[in-house]
């Protein structure tokens, strides 16, 4: 029997389990796939409702992780097998090769001076990144990771007396001994691909809601200007296409939460930015939940940001770059056919399970949400369970990492 | 006191072209005996069994490790002695640049000025930790029982949760019987996947496992009298109607729930002047008790017509305040004595933050009406915005499913009762045309309104009143204003779940209440092992007072953000280790210095300030400035700045604090008469949207600036030398400018009156 707990995911759910457990006197094991935790609010410029930076509570969580040798953080690391039951499971981990040592060493000069480029994961293909990179200032852990894959040839050489860097690791297989197990696995932009009538992403200024994101952090490919990623020109209109998969049956069977907030939010940073540009957000419902009706009123004082209650067809290339959207405005009754520099899809929220495969006894529904798994000792938290915004996935999370003590206690 | 250090040197990480050899020859000749061990060690992270071996056979008591940011790696550093760095790299070498401004290309021998820099931080760094000890045990006896207050909902989940963790459980419920609001409720919405289905609510299973079970002691028809003491060894009092029973108590856990919004506010909409209009809390108990004969019912969620209606009233009311003559103002001797008096909070905000209940709710009692009377009714649902985020779009596009029940959206204009039946005017629908529609029963909405925006709930038995301060900010819920950390209140040991802390559907009621658990179960084992709790999670640091040289000021009791300090009747601070959360507030406030953790106090960070080289001469060697940086956002934000090699003024010298709260103002005399020109505090955004980590840190800091700038105006010192900054933890690429602004400011004012006395 284990009173250790597994946790599957390093966002801020599995996060905040994870060291909630931990604070309780637990071993607890962190499973994160890429290289660094923090998962999607990592990538996020400011938090709703008050506009603040999440890298501040990430900086919180981190150091109660460092403080706590309760909590060991596996990276670049997936469970690839699991055995046993309930308080007593065996886990296979397979921990992805790094190539840097296993502590902190600044490689920033190194890194700059290789050539080789691929576009970023974490900056949405806004931005390229080397072969040897750390994807944000307060990465934790503090270390880099090289991807032997964007080396050019001249990149070998540069880095062939490096004895730091090992080109030889292989990938490794660990066994952990765990009694219940949290799954946090988190969420993924719906595809934009996908979304044909808007595009399919081949729409030049036609961007996704997360990729704004990136374009207004000061560590983005922009350093936080909200430009048009073609001309790099501030945009003097500007439309959000809500619900851009979410609430339709073809693409996203539920509402995805956040969307309608993260678009207020945006409004906020734009109105900041130039307060001259022409907003027009295009929605079904704008969907404020409870006290965040605050930032929803907000948002609709401010002179140039407009609503139109209605569905856009669709979104296609216009000239010099700009984008035309087909819209219908639902009380009124008309169509409308108009012009923007910059557009940006509201995507939604997918879990990544929907698409991904974790080798754990848990069902799900046709969406990808886990459904079940408390009586195996196996509780799902945050968006893996639902659509949720942070505040709301560290209620979830915290939740779950009672059950899993629950699970566990006196073992 | 550490007495036998080691200091070890990180040449993988120094660079810059310092002469690290110097360096710690230096601090050596300087702190003689206390220095035992020195080394300059190739690559720190891989000499840690080599520093395990010298702690041991040296029997050192420190060690100072001089390298890169005590942010990275200091997981690998856990010794059995006192853990202390120096910053030379983010802070020092990659954020130095040259005195004229320009940009410092590394060179083999470092400029003279980052030198000094570098060796101003070493002996920094051995002052820290030679004035630093191993804080004793601040454990204190617990009690294993979790108070419930509130029986409702999250209070049953609650009591049940925690009884499942092994704790016992007293739960407290104002009403006659558990259940609260559910009690009126027909049906839930739903409680978990699919999401599609309405369902039983099953409340009399729930309250079984309350009431059947060992753990849990219930009171029924009761209330608290007061909660005395400190998580892990409450006492509560508890008024029931068999006299007042005294409990012993770990932690609480609050789940008051709510209150419906006074009428009066839907007034414009015709409730309480016609019978066929009613809330839909109203409703659910009407269909409940089979008292639904209404045929056509209008479901109205767009409340905007009270809400104008209201706004208009309460201008008109402040106009003829404004008019009214002002009353005299108390003056302060009475202000002090005033007795408590608890302000009422509830607003029409409440209303307009209960829309995803109320959107969610509706919905699922449209529907369960018409099932109810097999389709013999036809409802309607006007709403602005449909309010059902996340997964409950399923129940939501389930709900349209039903014939009897049609939706639009609709701008509800008027409301008014015509013969027999109510006429409720639409504009601006989906159907093309505005029309009047005819019901029988109008469903207005209910305004949640947190119990603790109308009541003291907890009853606190301390220095700073009865109740959670500040509950204005949040408009009376019992909330965190934490993004990331909802759970934390004001008052340690006491966590706030369900409709007390927002409007929340039962399926999220449930989740609230099981983290609330984890939360007192975890603060309470915290207290048990004399650690802190959030932020400062297992910090084993305490307060500790000198209560001999204390003058009964007060100021602790006063401005400690978490009330974590009551006094007796002379005003002597009794502090409350387990509700202190170790940001040093208390030690910043205190005018006579008495009160000091074991490894942060007043007189390690005077000797840091002392320990730095002033130059004589201004206009040759610069100025000197401190730099005072909170450690949770500004010194991050500080790190991050070196790393993306922003640079600033090397005439800086940088200590990190606790909270800018923990600023004692004899630190800035401290610099100043040690004959530094300028005093920067670097600190959290303060005001209504805080980031300060302790909720006031920052905000005090602000307050105590005008005291500061009297004692320097009374010592000849430009009170200009002195400012705080607030910085957040994304403004790295901003922070650099704002110190050299600030260094411009002060090379414009000349130097320091005090240089060289």
Known sequence: MSNAILVVGGGFSGLTAAIEAAELGHDVYLVEKSPWLGGRVAQLNKYFPKLCP?????????????????????????????????????????????????????????????????????????????????????????????????????????????????????????????GSIVIATGWKPYDVTKLSNLGAGNVKNCISNMQLERLASPFGPTQGKIVRPTDGRTPHSVAFVQCAGSRDQNHLNYCSYICCMATLKHCLYLAEQNPDTQVTVFYIDLRAPGRYVKVLEKVQALPNVHFIKGKVANATQARNDCVEIQAEDAIRGEKLTLQYDLVVLATGMQPSLATEDLPLPVARDADGFIVGGEEAGIFAAGCAVMPLDVTRSAQSATAAALKAVQTVKGR | MAEKIGVYFDLANIGGGLDVQSLATEATKKWGDFIAVSK?????????????????????????????????DNELYRFKAQVEYVNLREQCVLSYKNPDGSAYIPAEVAPAPLQQLAQDYVHMGVAKLQKSSVPDSAAIEITRRILVLGGGWTGLTAAYEASSMGYEVVLVEKAEKLGGAVINMPEASPLGPTWEHKTATNLQDKIAKVTGNAKIKVYLNAQMEHLTGQPGAYTANIKTPDGTKTEAIGSVILATGWTALDPKYLEPMGLGKSSKVVTLAEFGKMLLNDSVKAKRIAFVLDTTLAEEAFAKEAAAQEEAQAEAPEAPEAKDGEAEEKAFVKADLESFKHLKYSNVVNSVGMLRLANSVCEKSHDGVQAFILYKNMTVPGILERFYKRMQDRLGVMMTKADVTNIQEVGDHMVVECQNTLLGDDFDLEVDLVVLPTGLVPTTAKEVTVQFDYRQGPDFPDLELFDGYADSNYICFPYETRRTGVYAAGCVRQPLTLDACEVDAKGAVLKAVQCLEAANRGVAVHPRALDNSYPVFNFVRCTQCKRCTEECPFGALDDDEKGTPKPNPARCRRCGTCFGACPERVISFANYNIDQIGSMIRQVVVPADFKHDGPRILILACENDAYPALDMAGMRRKTWSPYCRIIPVRCLGSVNAIWISDAMSKGFDGVMLLGCKYGDDYQCHFIKGSEICNRRMQNIAETLNRLGVQPERVEQLEVAIDEYDKVPAMIDGFVARITALGPNPFKGM
Do not use: W
């Open chain 1, 54 to 178: 999440p890298s501040c509570g990430l900086e919180i969580q981190f150091q109660r992780i460092r403080k706590n040798p309760l909590i060991h953080c596996l990276t670049m690391a997936q469970v690839v097998g699991l055995s046993g039951s309930k308080g007593q499971y065996n886990v296979r981990v397979r921990i992805s090769p790094r190539h840097t040592p296993p502590h902190n060493v600044d490689f920033t000069f190194l890194a700059s001076t290789l050539e080789g480029e691929t576009p970023s994961e974490f900056d949405l293909g806004l931005a390229g990144r080397k072969a040897l990179y750390k994807s944000m200032p307060f990465a934790y852990p503090p270390r880099f990771v090289l991807d032997p894959e964007t080396l050019s040839k001249s990149d070998m050489v540069r880095i062939a007396g490096q004895d730091k860097l090992d080109l030889k690791e292989e990938e490794r297989e660990i066994e952990l001994e765990v």
């Open chain 2, 40 to 72: 300059l060690v190739p690559e720190l992270a891989l000499a840690v069994t080599d520093i395990e071996a010298d702690i041991a056979a040296q029997g050192l008591d420190g060690v100072l490790l001089c390298g890169a940011s005590p942010r990275f």
